[in-house]
């Protein structure tokens, strides 16, 4: 039967769908991943045929009747992909099976007062996992992932920035979710470049105030690329850092073993892992997506090792 703790995540969220929803599909995936299938089946059902039409009912971005103003600056996600999708290097999986693990057990840290990893940036470089790990998140720990706009974020009326900010830490501190800032290195630019005018370094001073005092109902993660772009004072408003970086022979090779699950190929994948080395997560997906469509348009039920080298030959037309 369902954890305590999906129990406790499902009821605390009664009167908002999306979030009763996720909670609700953690307990059904977790009931069919111990072979309870009839009964995963029928509380799907259930669950499609009340709480999605409910959700039909209103917009998907009305996040809060009481913070319904923070719409315009989020878009809502359903979060699809568990750990068993994400392929990361040992010491950033370890990082985010603590993450997972310390909310899961959010209560008991807190009874002994300890405080519990809810503020988290990801950094590395393109395609390798921060979306993804946002996402994977939000299944595991069943809440919603809103991910920031963040081209709305930034405005162009003097102190409109940092109302943004204020608006969607407030909705964040209120409403159990992860939310999740991409492109951070945009607001949290280091404040002594000589490139940058006098309001962003106010926006930065005005982040580092609501990063300090925000406690979030489930998780804030922020991602960059350019971590070395950011402000110094930063780093230490965040409860844990986790580089997300390219990945080495092994993890080339988990890679195609993932995404040739269920579509078998007829040669063997390490051989070409070395090959690959050098590119991100995202690159050998879209290989790996190019050569499955190639074999599909053949009308072949395999891979070949010729279909894989020529979507790979395609990848390498990009810089």
């Known amino acids: 039967m369902a954890k305590a703790e999906q129990i406790k995540r499902l009821i605390a969220s009664y009167g908002r769908p999306h979030e009763f929803r996720a909670a609700a599909l953690t307990i059904i995936e977790d009931e069919q991943r111990k072979g309870h299938t009839p009964l995963a089946s029928s509380l799907k059902r259930v669950l499609d045929a009340t709480v999605q039409n409910a959700e039909q009912q209103r917009p998907l971005t009305a996040l809060s009747s009481r913070y319904d103003t923070t719409s315009d600056l989020v878009e809502i996600v359903e979060p699809e992909r568990g750990l068993k999708d994400l392929v990361l290097l040992p010491d950033a999986r370890a990082a985010i099976d603590r993450i997972v693990e310390e909310q899961k057990r959010a209560d ?13 940036l990801l950094h590395g470089p393109p395609g390798c996992g921060k979306t993804l790990t946002a996402e994977v998140l939000a299944r595991e720990l069943g809440l919603p992932l809103y991910i920031v706009k963040i081209d709305v974020i930034i405005g162009s009326l003097l ?19 992860v939310l999740f ?5 945009a607001l949290a630019r280091a404040r002594n470049d000589s490139n940058e005018h006098n309001e962003l370094r106010r926006v930065v001073n005005s982040l580092l105030l ?4 925000h406690r ?5 993660l922020a991602a960059t690329n350019l971590q070395q772009s950011l402000d110094p004072a930063i780093w230490r408003r965040f409860d844990d850092v986790v580089p997300l970086d390219l ?6 090779a988990d890679m195609l073993h993932l995404k040739f699950k269920n579509f078998q190929a007829n040669f063997p994948l390490e051989d070409q892992a070395p090959r690959l080395v050098g590119l991100s997560f ?19 039920k395999t891979v070949s090792e010729t279909e894989f080298a020529s979507a790979l030959k395609h990848s390498d037309r990009r810089p």
């Open 247 to 252: 990945p080495d022979r092994e993890q080339v």
């Open 210 to 213: 609501m990063l300090d005092r």
């Open 181 to 185: 800032i991409d492109e951070f290195d």
């Open 108 to 120: 008991e840290l807190r009874r002994h007062r300890l405080p519990v990893r809810s503020k988290i």
């Open 159 to 177: 102190g409109q920035t940092a109302t943004n900010l204020r608006r969607l830490f407030e909705f964040a501190g209120h409403n159990p979710c």
């Open 282 to 300: 995202a690159d050998i997906e879209r290989i790996c997506v190019d050569a499955i469509k190639n074999a599909v348009m053949k009308r072949r």
């Open 216 to 220: 979030p109902r489930g998780l804030l």
